[in-house]
């Protein structure tokens, strides 16, 4: 119901292809655009947060986010940004805005 959303989807399979190791790839949960910015958000349960495999999917988006943003500003668009967002944080009262600012990943390592 956020004001700033324009448009959301579920990714189909095949819709994204960022791999996160030699032989695997995800989808993100869920693409948002807003006003602003174009949106990989995925939510997980707050004891995944930290799992292996969560991290190494966060760290692929984070790099896809990167480059698709390249383009993106290339041709006068906007950036991608990637949330990891626990599933107790999502709440009917919680804004996009609010969201983006607590749950944007960036890898450390890279600055991004």
């Known amino acids: 119901n956020d004001k700033e ?9 095949g819709d994204f292809q960022i791999h996160y190791t030699n032989d ?9 655009e807003t006003k602003t910015a174009k949106l990989l958000c995925e939510p997980k349960a707050s004891s995944e947060m930290t799992a292996d495999d969560v991290l190494a999917k966060a760290k692929a988006a984070v790099e896809w986010c990167s480059q698709a943003t390249v383009h993106e500003k290339q041709n006068g668009r906007k950036p991608w ?16 805005q609010g969201l983006i600012a607590t749950y944007r990943y960036e890898n450390a390592a890279s600055g991004k």
């Open 5 to 13: 959303a324009l448009k959301w989807f579920k990714p189909a399979r």
């Open 24 to 32: 695997a790839s995800y989808e993100p949960d869920f693409v948002v």
């Open 81 to 96: 940004l990637y949330l990891l967002i626990p599933h107790d944080a999502i709440s009917d009262n919680k804004t996009l």
